[in-house]
């Protein structure tokens, strides 16, 4: 059987097609898998591990149904509201975690779109946080508008991000407020106003390991620099509340997988991460080189302190990255082993 490294020095490309992708998945060792994932991360991303971390700038009664949500106002899940953050508070938050070595920092609200006063009241919190630290700010704010996404650039905003969530043939299955399509409507936005895009997905909603590659391959047509890899944490009184939560074996496949179709971003463990427990570091050996450090919207991370030890240990350093992405994906024969 011909081997992952042989297919690629044959082909001369890492642009793999999805059908060989699944072939493998199903054919190929885990461990030649990851290896493989590895150098195509070394080769287009480098080696460094980049960390971001989030912050709960409003949350609860989102008008969205999304299944997995513990925000939504349609489940039943005891979320306690939370009004728009206070500039003050959302300094504090970023200078602390500045301060512990964070890269990147974003502020997260609920709903499906902002309003007015409150695009206008978040790019004051933006630019207060940009002038007093030196994060490199994201945003993520749902659907906005390219007008919107000017106003945050100019604010200090570096970089939107908006989830696809899944692939589209499943997204009708957790979602029926908003599309697929307003997702990349909004990505197109964002894009063309200038900031670099933030996209990933949910494992775990129900979905195939080739819904997961399809997601991906929107996200790279998209031109995305950053793909989030959240596995469900199922929450009470959401739909998906009895929902299996993926093993091990599968989160690591699919993110060595993912990284064939996104060789040059920064692939990163997110959300519900904790599901890979100790094997994380398999992860950050197998073609994933970011992570979402601190805590989670609604849920409890990893400290930064323990993540920097983690990625220390594992023989990598944390630093931020700066990614230009190329036309294409093509491959020099002799620079892949």
């Not at 709960?56 to 728009?84: I, M, V, Y």
């Not at 991000?161 to 997702?183: A, Q, R, V, W």
């Not at 790279?220 to 074996?249: D, E, K, Y």
Request: net charge neutral.
């Amino acid at each position: 059987m011909e081997s992952i490294y042989e297919y690629i020095r044959r082909t001369g490309t890492i642009s793999i097609p999805l059908k060989k992708l699944l072939s493998w998945a199903e054919t190929v060792p885990l461990k030649e898998i990851l290896e493989a994932a590895d150098t195509v991360k070394q080769k287009y991303a480098g080696t460094g591990v980049e960390l971001c971390s989030i912050l709960n700038a409003r949350s609860g009664r989102c008008s969205e149904d999304c299944a997995f949500c513990a925000q939504s106002a349609w489940w039943n899940t005891h979320c306690a509201p939370k009004p728009l953050i206070s500039f003050r508070e959302a300094l504090y938050e970023a200078q602390q975690c500045e301060a512990k070595g964070v890269h990147r920092f974003s502020l997260v609200t609920s709903g499906r779109c902002l309003s007015v006063e409150d695009t206008d009241h978040l790019c004051r919190v933006y630019e207060g946080i940009a002038s007093k630290t030196s994060l490199r700010l994201c945003g993520s704010h749902g659907l906005i508008t390219e007008k919107q996404a000017r106003q945050l650039v100019s604010a200090g905003v570096s970089r939107y991000h908006c989830n696809l969530e899944t692939g589209p043939n499943f997204f009708p299955s957790i979602c029926s407020t908003h599309t697929i399509e307003d997702k990349l409507k909004t990505l197109s936005c964002a894009r063309r106003a200038g900031l670099e895009l933030c996209s990933g997905g949910i494992m775990g909603l129900g979905e195939t390991l080739q819904d997961r590659l399809e997601m991906a391959s929107l996200v790279a047509q998209a031109g995305a620099v950053s793909f989030p890899l959240n596995i469900l944490t199922p929450i009470p009184g959401t739909p998906l509340q009895n929902c299996r939560i993926p093993q091990v074996h599968e989160i690591l496949l699919s993110g060595a997988l993912i990284r064939f179709l996104l060789p040059h971003v920064t692939l990163r463990y997110a959300g519900g991460r904790k599901a890979l427990g100790v094997h994380v570091v398999e992860g950050l050996h197998g073609g994933i080189n970011g992570l979402l450090t601190g805590d989670y919207l609604t849920t409890t991370g990893r400290s930064i302190e323990e993540d920097l030890k983690m990625i220390t240990s594992a023989g990598f350093s944390a630093r931020a990255h700066d990614i230009t992405l190329p036309p294409n994906g093509l491959l020099q024969r002799e620079e892949l082993r």
